[in-house]
């Protein structure tokens, strides 16, 4: 099995939140896509509930469009401690950061979950608006690290 970058990293080391350029990688035109790791809680002493994070994700994916140009995809991770952000280019952390803390100020006034509905989402009942503010509000006072082991 080839390596996985993600299962490089020694989860028993890194102090979340933080926010982490995975990789970047060069196609055969020459074209770069980045790919960020926005860690939220502990790895393998806390994860987000099911709705809280599938409402996160719904409400990142738009809110992070506004502030980073090129983004390709948000996705959650299965382990439940953040998510994988994809983008065309070499971003620097920071500018990922800022747009990261902008759109999570964005879901604390949020009256409601984007595309909550059973034309857009595939599991629309599994939302959670007040656990989506209730992760943004701990993530924004915690702050995000630029290093994985927790000394900004």
């Not at 034309?119 to 509000?137: H, P, T, V, W």
Request: hydrophobic content about 35%; some cysteine; proline content about 3%.
């Amino acid at each position: 099995m080839k390596k996985v970058e993600s299962f490089e990293l020694d989860h028993r080391k890194i102090v979340a939140p933080y926010i982490r350029k995975c990789c970047t990688q060069v196609g055969e035109r020459g074209d770069k896509v980045s790919k960020y790791d926005l860690r939220f809680t502990q790895p393998n002493k806390e994860s987000i509930p099911t709705g809280a994070l599938h409402a996160l994700e719904h409400l990142l994916a738009g809110f992070l469009r506004e502030y980073i140009d090129g983004i390709i995809d948000l996705s959650p991770m299965g382990c439940r401690t953040g998510f994988y952000l994809t983008v065309w280019g070499d971003k620097d952390t920071s500018e990922i950061k800022a747009g990261l803390e902008n759109s999570l100020k964005k879901v604390l006034e949020a009256t409601e979950v984007p595309a909550a509905n059973d034309i857009q989402c595939g599991n629309y009942r599994d939302l959670s608006l007040f656990g989506a503010k209730e992760y943004a509000k701990i993530v924004l006072e915690n702050g995000f690290s630029l290093n994985i082991y927790g000394n900004n």
